[in-house]
């Protein structure tokens, strides 16, 4: 295998306009299975952006979108691929059971210790040195809870606590127009429910309460976006999986 191509901060992130206000910031030099997918989505009051990357280069300096307006920060869930530059934004969200690792993102806490290593990157980052790789400190302002609302004042997003990949994973889904941001607990590729607090039972329970959500579009925490019969089918796929596995939560089923 070849060096890899040192990519410096310019050329690191990339947008993707995806209709319907929303856009996907990412960042094409991580490998699909570790590379966050940042959802930037534009409100008439305020802006929303769920979940920041990891971090080594400035979301801020270098994503003009995420400047233009007042914006509120949400974490998905405190992995570091998706809390990277939640510093950077002073009005941050997370759900309560997550609040102390946003607040002290240790890398054993934040997977960073198991997952952030040379092997995620197509690309190298300008500067990246796995061994002094850590996150900053991102204390929440607001602990978010099942049925709260993220409020963008043309637009309103109701939190669902989605316990499983980790205690505090959230999911935002806008009624209106069926729009789901799921975070990790549900995207289109291999699910991962075997880190150290993750759950599997946790994770059969969220999905079976959100199998029947009425979701249009799913934008997931990783790979691409898709729609309602894809949505049933990931759900189902898994939690098959899980009753071949003898989850006892799906024998009765």
Not at 201 to 217: H, N, P, W
Request: charge should be negative.
């Amino acid at each position: 295998m070849g060096t890899l191509p040192v990519i410096d901060a310019p050329d690191w992130y990339e947008t993707v306009r995806m209709g319907d206000g929303i856009t996907l910031i990412h960042e094409p030099w991580i490998k699909p299975f570790f590379r966050c997918n940042i959802w930037h989505v534009r409100g008439r009051d305020r802006d929303l952006l769920f979940d920041t990357g990891l971090g080594h280069f400035s979301l801020r300096r270098h994503v003009p979108l995420v400047t233009e307006r007042k914006l509120t920060c949400v974490a998905s869930h405190t992995h570091f691929d998706h809390i990277g530059c939640h510093h950077e934004f002073p009005d941050r969200c997370v759900h309560r059971a997550e609040a102390e690792i946003l607040a002290d993102p240790r890398n054993e806490w934040t997977v960073a210790d198991r997952y952030a290593t040379d092997e995620m990157f197509d690309g190298m980052p300008q500067g990246w040195d796995t061994a002094r790789y850590k996150i900053l400190p991102a204390p929440a302002g607001r602990l978010l809870e099942q049925g709260d609302v993220v409020d963008l004042g043309d637009r309103a997003f109701e939190v669902i606590h989605t316990p499983g990949h980790s205690p505090g994973g959230i999911a935002l889904y806008e009624k209106k127009t069926g729009i789901l941001l799921s975070g990790d607990i549900i995207y289109d590729g291999p699910l991962i429910d075997d880190v150290y607090h993750s759950l599997v039972d946790d994770y059969v329970e969220t999905l079976l309460g959100m199998r029947d959500l009425d979701a249009s579009v799913v934008h997931g925490g990783h790979f691409p976006s898709f729609g309602k019969v894809r949505y049933r089918q990931l759900i189902d796929e898994y939690l098959a999986q899980k009753r071949q596995a003898g989850c006892h939560l799906l024998q009765a089923r």
